[in-house]
């Protein structure tokens, strides 16, 4: 399972209710978490949760505007100052790259682990974070290059070829356990190798985090085996109309049109503009998407967390 | 009056009580205000006050290290999306400058106003911000160049001659008032000119806000004229002695003994170790004040306000 806690909803400026981006996805097996964008006082909302920055593995910066990192270096600096020891991989434009290591040398910073920085161009190829978690990115549509992150989690498990066992009349019992515990067994004279008998499962679970985006439709191929799409959804289609095509955001009908073409069973809205924060403007976001998606969507909120399952079923989770 | 509200009282990272460090001096006759730091996040901070970006008039950043400075590029990109058109000062170590350009240009961010820089060494001589605000720099010790200000504020207004004026027999009323708005008048034939019976009277604001500084002895000069020093007070005396100096910070006792020496009429302790956080910490920090210094003292939590008026006087603002 993958769990996902949003640390900032609002696009542009922090309000009092919502923080600029940043988004942690959980490898719910263990305590790995991955951070898509980091904006000003990210780590602020960290301290809110259970999250430990000496469990991030990965860093992903969907674009250089400042809503979407600013409180990458504070981040970095604070995790140093709590002594963590593990590299820590950051996949990003690489202005990111330059402003970090530029930032570091002006301020007197000095990190006590490694950062493995890989341009986002390349990670349009997949890359391999943890035994289970893998990113990819994706191109999109915004004033500066933004893109989105596949976040992969992939669960392998090894099951009995129970029908073999059963034809050859081998009973459960010890010697089952043998052969799944990779042992070798003897059974009617014979030798019975445990890698004949195992089978390899895999499970996996997909999900599309977007940057800062006007074109939902560059994400057709990497939703062909996406389970939830999370999506920026600046305004609705009469904001964007009145504000103009410049700002290269997307209204909550672009993204619910794309979703239900694409079949989407799970969307998530969220990077709200200031207008859309109260609650007549998220009834018209919801308003909208309901118009033109009929799938289970949310329109996130600061703290809200969800599960998405091997069988890419999205819940909320009840904070009570 | 100088108003005073403290954003960050934090060294090093925030806590969930205290942001790392910022301070608003506002001149209590008008809107203008003063930023003293800015730490990730301050304006978050500043969201939850009645202060605006608008009125902001200078920033003074004390040194480099980013607990003092993370949080200056995302101010000032969100002022600009408010619309901010008036230029602003940022006196600051030269790094500063070269920071906020640099993040500008490497995040696609175009401020619509102008930033007027000043080199943090040419603010040793007094800068004047508006009529009535200026800022002095005094050099400090630390491990990077570090700077306390001396926040200014001179307030001039006209009286009338009135010793004068009875000799001569003039009397009150319509006479006085005319000469009191500029105006001259004729009085037993004579042309008395208002400039020959208006006195300038002068009364001065000045309170220190320290950098972190392992020589509160450097201030000895500036706390000449200072009814006000701020200053940093990371540890108790007992914890530095463990922690070593290599820090470079100071403990209360060292703050203490010299306020007590210069015969300071009051001291304000902040930039606190988050193990001087809990209530035993503070209580600790208290103690080793109150026994070397015998002025008024407080130790600032986040969202304190203060006010310091042309007597010297320092309060605490009640804010139930």
């Known amino acids: ?162 029908q073999a066992l059963t034809q050859l009349g081998v009973p459960k019992g010890q ?25 390899t499962h895999t499970q996996q679970v997909h999900a599309i985090v977007g940057g800062d985006n006007d074109q939902p439709e560059l994400l057709t191929q990497a939703c062909q085996t996406a389970q939830l799409l999370i999506h920026e959804s600046t305004y609705t289609q009469t904001t964007l109309d009145r504000v103009g095509k410049s700002p290269m955001h997307s209204s909550a009908k672009m993204v619910a049109e794309f979703a239900q073409q694409q079949h989407l069973s799970s969307l998530i809205l969220t990077h709200f503009s200031p207008r859309h924060q109260d609650h007549a403007g998220q009834q018209a976001i919801a308003d909208e998407v309901s118009e033109f998606y009929k799938g289970n969507f949310y329109l996130a909120n600061d703290f809200d967390q969800f599960t998405l399952d091997t069988t890419g079923q999205l819940s909320k989770v009840n904070l009570k």
Chains 1, 2 share one sequence.
């Not at 010697?175 to 089978?199: H, P």
Request: with cysteine; hydrophobic share 40%.
């Open 175 to 199: 010697a089952w356990g043998d052969l799944k515990q990779g042992k070798n067994i003897e059974f009617n004279g014979n030798i019975l190798k445990s890698a004949d008998y195992l089978q």
């Open 1 to 162: 399972m993958l769990h996902f806690t949003f640390l900032g909803t609002s696009s542009g400026v922090p309000t009092l209710t919502r923080n600029v981006s940043a988004l942690a996805i959980r490898n719910s097996k263990n305590k790995d978490w991955i951070l898509v964008d980091a904006g000003e006082a990210t780590q602020h909302r960290i301290q809110r949760t259970k999250l430990s920055l000496q469990n991030l593995v990965a860093i992903c910066i969907t674009h250089v505007h400042g809503d979407h990192c600013y409180g990458l270096i504070g981040l970095l600096a604070s995790a140093g100052m709590n002594r963590r020891a593990e590299p820590l991989t950051i996949i990003a434009p690489k202005e990111i790259q330059q402003w970090v290591e530029t930032t570091a040398r002006l301020t007197d910073l000095y990190l006590p682990y490694p950062l493995k920085f890989i341009d986002v161009h390349n990670a349009i190829h997949p890359q391999h974070i943890t035994d289970e978690l893998s990113i990819q990115a994706h191109s999109l549509s915004h004033r500066v290059p933004s893109f989105a992150f596949s976040i992969i989690a992939q669960y392998t498990h090894q099951k009995l070829d129970i």
